[in-house]
Nanobody, 130 residues
Framework: QLQLVESGGDLVQPGGSLRLSCVAA????????IGWFRQAPGKEREGISC????????YYADSVKGRFIISRDNAKNTVYLQMNSLKTEDTGVYYC???????????????????????WGQGTQVTVFS
């Protein structure tokens, strides 16, 4: 079973940056899409970015486009989320999630849907405060 562990959450001021990591164990990620999701207090979990590990193609929610960058390190079986120009509304628990996909399947709006992903990490807290 694919196991995912997030790290890198912290307290940061608006305008600051953080880099989150999602390390996978159990399987290599070549056949997977890895998504980042977040959940603010009292709100539903929302998808913010996804990467197709085999070719590095990426997909972003409009709310983070131009500020966040998703990337992967094949050798480390790790996906990163570089978060820049952070805003107070970026506060929440950030989760990475994995879904096994075929090589022909491309990323799209499905990549940001909670129901599409079978494997989840435990989350890491990001708090942006002024």
């Amino acid at each position: 079973q694919l196991q995912l562990v997030e790290s890198g959450g912290d307290l940061v001021q608006p305008g600051g940056s953080l880099r989150l990591s999602c390390v996978a164990a159990g399987f290599t990620l070549d056949d997977y899409a890895i998504g980042w999701f977040r959940q603010a207090p009292g709100k539903e979990r929302e998808g913010i970015s996804c990467i197709k590990f085999s070719d590095g193609s990426a997909y972003y929610a409009d709310s983070v486009k131009g500020r966040f960058i998703i990337s992967r390190d094949n050798a480390k079986n790790t996906v990163y989320l570089q978060m820049n120009s952070l805003k107070t509304e970026d506060t929440g628990v950030y989760y990475c999630a994995g879904e096994r996909i075929g090589g022909a399947r491309g990323l799209g709006s499905w990549s940001l849907l909670v129901r599409e992903f079978d494997y989840w990490g435990q989350g890491t807290q990001v708090t942006v405060f002024s």
